[in-house]
């Protein structure tokens, strides 16, 4: 059950933690080996025994989530009540149990969300597959974002264009790419994302004279174009069939996604 819902929060981008126990002594709930897996939201899924020991393993999940490092934690049992062990913990009694929990945020992959399944977001989902980039899709036709046309998606989700916020979960590690079926429906997908802070990157496909267009619907309605929109989108290294448009959107991503150059590597002979 934890694995299944580790997976899931992992998918959605949900920031979350894994405690296990690493070493347990005397009366203890659970023994070496119990699991557990909790979230930013303090939900959580698998057991370490419950009680006082599970509540404060809880609380330092979030705060290993919050500070993204790896914590080492000691607990000991005093009088049926857990506490943190330091140098000061005095035991009381033979019957004390004791408790060495590890817990490890898990973080979050950098992912592509592609806003159309059509020709163009069917390439570069293949091309995501290739590199080994996480991808979902979005589209509001079934017969397009299946999973014979997309079989490496971690989701494909079925909805139409509005209230995006409640059909598909963003985080700061989904760069989003607009290439819906319809101008229209690039409008209303780009102001939506535009009202997610999280979103770091924002890419939407078109000729400039559309993208002009788009900017001044969204402006129009006291909407702000900010700097994580990029359109047209791509870099451009002269590719304009679908793949090679993907090809291009892929390229732009990537160099933002790892903060590189993307200049020339070789070097020449003196």
Not at 121 to 136: A, D, F, I, M
Not at 177 to 192: F, P, R
Not at 203 to 210: C, L
Not at 229 to 245: E, H, K
Request: net charge negative.
């Amino acid at each position: 059950m934890w694995l299944e819902q580790l997976m899931h929060w992992t998918r959605q981008g949900i920031p979350c933690a894994m405690v296990t126990i690493v070493e347990s002594k005397g009366s203890t709930p659970q023994g070496q080996g119990a699991r557990m897996v909790v979230n930013i939201h303090d939900v959580c899924a698998g057991t370490v025994g419950g009680g006082g020991v599970e509540h404060h393993a809880r609380k330092a999940a979030i705060n290993a989530i919050a500070a993204g490092k790896c914590r080492l934690i000691h607990y000991v049992l005093n009088e049926d009540a857990w506490s943190e062990e330091d140098a000061d913990t005095v035991v009381v009694g033979d019957c004390g149990g004791r408790l060495s929990i590890l817990v490890e945020p898990i973080v979050a992959q950098k992912e592509i969300v592609i806003f159309g399944a059509g020709h163009v977001g069917e390439h570069l989902g293949k091309l995501c597959e290739v590199l080994g980039q996480p991808y979902r899709v979005f589209d509001s036709r079934p017969e397009y974002a299946t999973k014979a046309r997309f079989p490496g998606a971690a989701e494909r989700v079925v909805a139409e264009w509005d209230h995006i916020a409640e059909r598909i979960h963003l985080t700061s590690q989904s760069y989003c790419v607009i290439m819906t079926y319809g101008h229209q429906h690039d409008g209303e997908v780009l102001a939506q994302l535009l009202e997610n802070p999280l979103v770091p990157y924002i890419g939407m496909m078109g000729s400039r004279n559309k993208v002009v267009a788009r900017f001044k619907a969204i402006t129009d309605n006291g909407g702000v174009i900010d700097d994580r929109v990029y359109s047209p989108i791509g870099l451009d290294i002269g590719q304009n069939n679908p793949l090679g448009i993907a090809f291009n959107i892929l390229a732009e991503i990537q160099k933002l996604m790892n903060d590189a150059e993307a200049s020339h590597q070789r070097i020449t002979a003196d």
